[in-house]
């Protein structure tokens, strides 16, 4: 497995006030994780939704729910930790940290009197790099208290995220054996008997007293610090044997660790902690639940977030199944796709087997999937996904894994597809300059594969559907500015989840220059100034360059924003007009007798 591009959990590095994670195997890159989670919702959609649905059920009364929807997207915030990094002399590639899912807690949930299920941890499930949803199913009772809330107006509601990402461990010049039974034995006692443990508590016993844990470390590991060799154990315990999860509201930290005890047989386990691994950990941060949503009359909001769905009437005996997609919109390479479900016979009260299928569209609406089962019979099936892909120009098919579920309530999502959903999506600054072509390659059974499509202001995100046998899978890209057609590269990456911005293409970045003036009158100072082509009315990115018969040589460094005006301008003073443009690679040579000459409004 490679662990390039992954964040390096013992290489943090403060970015300004941020801390950012060196990308492991990759000098000079770092993964900065988001700031804030921002309720958000594409082609102007509200990012919040209740879906009510009634059915009646004949003797089995009438049945009614609903499905609460919330659309998150991850902010960054790259320009300005890239500005900070700049001016800080700090020469860094900054790029996002992948998030992979998570919780999310409602705050002001009783004061506004909304059901107490959505007091809870709540999951979010990771639809692409920086894009999160939740869903939560509502009975009838708990429905009716959040339309109430709903037309009292929600403005007080806010909330706190746990965002779970995976970087690579610690890594030590150390081996360790020891019994995972032991382990969950030394946890149970220092919990009570609980099978799960405060994150800060395990690791201060692990630098206090490591030997008590059973995880055969003496109480001194010679010359190796103690609290990295707690982060490498913990991280390595999370990873094999434990779910790191948010805390309880009234736990004095944020993050305990939940061990899973069937994996904790006895036996002996040998760790060898200078093998990289990739560990899970949870970053909190705080969360919008409703962005632009906080601007409605509360009528408004109501008429915004609520839509009813009647479903016909059904005898006894018959179920619905809630269906529900976490999926990418633009799934590139998938004809089709849907999901199969498959109940099979329970003589003699059913003699035949159900077998059914509802198509998987991006629309976020739920998709009502009726069984007819026995009337005193509990809901129980297994379900399946199929993806229609074009191979060689041929459709395939190919299947997820197959699954089991008793709940009214099925969400899907980009695991339970038999072939990888990769999302690349870009920056909708940049996709303001430039129109995006990016392409997936890679070797499947012998031959290439590629799969192509395009980023614009109007599609700025997407997933490449990649079978698991494509081999060497990579992404390139390609900007095209708006402006004069002017293309930039991306040099091709793994293939990943990809967010494109400005300083993915060639271009983008730190510029530097060399500037010299030959002293060729009687002059022994002169002044020039200079800025980056688009800062020369930004006081902030002009500069004063001096030169000296005895110094007459200077270096001048510069961001530069956009890969398309990557280039500066100068000038000798503030009567003088403004060079044009010229290039990084073209170095500034001057002679002093210039000076004199300059005159406004003529060229320099």
């Not at 590991?221 to 805390?247: M, N, T």
Request: aromatic residues 6%.
């Amino acid at each position: 497995m490679s662990f390039a591009s992954r964040p390096d959990w013992r290489q943090p590095m403060l970015i300004g006030e941020r801390v950012a994670y060196a990308a492991f195997d990759q000098p000079g890159k770092f993964r900065l994780p988001p700031v804030l989670l921002a309720a958000q919702a594409g082609d102007g959609e509200s990012p919040l939704r209740l879906d009510i649905v009634q059915q009646d059920r004949g003797s089995a009364g009438l049945e009614r729910y609903s499905i609460l929807s919330l659309g998150f997207a991850a902010e960054f915030a790259l320009a300005q930790a890239r500005q900070a990094a700049f001016d800080a002399g700090q020469r860094v590639d900054l790029s996002p940290l992948p998030v992979e899912g998570g919780w999310l807690r409602l705050s002001a949930v009783q004061a506004l009197n909304l059901p107490p299920a959505l007091g809870e941890l709540l999951p979010l499930d990771a639809a692409s790099l920086g894009a999160l949803n939740l869903a939560a199913r509502l009975d009838s009772a708990a429905t009716d208290l959040f339309v109430s809330a709903l037309q009292r107006g929600l403005l007080a509601v806010g909330a706190q995220a746990w965002l779970r990402v995976r970087g690579v461990a610690d890594r030590l010049p150390l081996s360790m054996s020891f019994d995972p039974a032991a382990l969950l034995a030394a946890i149970r006692a220092l919990t009570g008997g609980a099978a799960s443990i405060d994150h800060a508590l395990l690791r201060q016993r692990l630098i206090d007293a490591p030997q008590t844990l059973g995880l055969g470390l003496p109480a001194s590991s010679g010359d190796i610090l103690k609290q990295p060799l707690a982060d490498a154990v913990i991280d390595r315990i999370a990873a094999r044997y434990a779910s790191p999860q948010p805390s309880t509201p009234d736990a004095p930290t944020g993050v305990r660790l939940v061990f899973d005890e069937a994996a904790m047989a006895p036996g002996r386990v040998q760790w060898n902690l200078a093998e990289p691994q990739l560990a899970p950990r949870l970053i909190a941060i705080e969360a919008d639940p409703l962005g632009p949503l906080r601007t409605m009359a509360a009528a408004d909001l109501y008429d915004a977030v609520v839509r009813r769905h009647d479903v016909r009437a059904l005898a006894s005996g018959w179920r619905s199944v809630t269906v529900r997609t976490n999926l990418p919109d633009r799934r590139v390479g998938v004809v089709s796709a849907q999901v199969e479900l498959q109940l099979p016979a329970k003589p003699p009260a059913r003699m035949f087997t159900i077998k059914t299928s509802a198509p998987l569209t991006a629309a976020d609406r739920p998709i009502a999937i009726d069984l007819r089962l026995s009337p005193s019979e509990a809901l129980s099936y297994q379900w399946q996904t199929t993806a229609i892909v074009l191979s060689d120009g041929r459709a395939e098919q190919i299947k997820g894994p197959p699954r089991k579920s008793d709940r009214e309530h099925l969400l899907i999502g980009p695991d339970d597809f038999g072939l990888r959903l990769i999302p690349v999506e870009a920056e909708p600054v940049f996709l303001a300059q430039a129109d995006i072509e990016v392409e997936c390659v890679g070797t499947r059974k012998g031959k290439p594969w590629s799969a192509r499509a395009s980023l614009s202001d109007v599609a700025p995100d997407l997933a490449f559907a990649v079978p698991f046998d494509v081999e060497g899978a990579a992404i390139r890209a390609t900007a095209r500015a708006k402006s004069d057609g002017a293309r930039r590269s991306m040099p091709a990456v793994e293939a990943d989840s990809l967010r494109l911005d400005a300083f993915s293409f060639d271009g983008s970045g730190s510029r530097e220059l060399e500037l010299s003036c030959e002293f060729d009158d009687g002059a022994n100072l002169r002044t020039i100034e200079i800025a980056p082509e688009d800062g020369i009315d930004d006081a902030g990115k002009r500069r004063q360059v001096k030169f000296t018969r005895h110094s007459p040589q200077a270096r001048w460094s510069w961001l530069s924003l956009s890969p398309f005006r990557g280039g500066y301008r100068w000038r000798w003073d503030a009567q003088s007009p403004w060079s044009a443009v010229l290039q990084p690679e073209t170095p500034l040579r001057l002679r002093s007798s210039q000076a004199a000459t300059a005159r406004i409004g003529a060229g320099a």
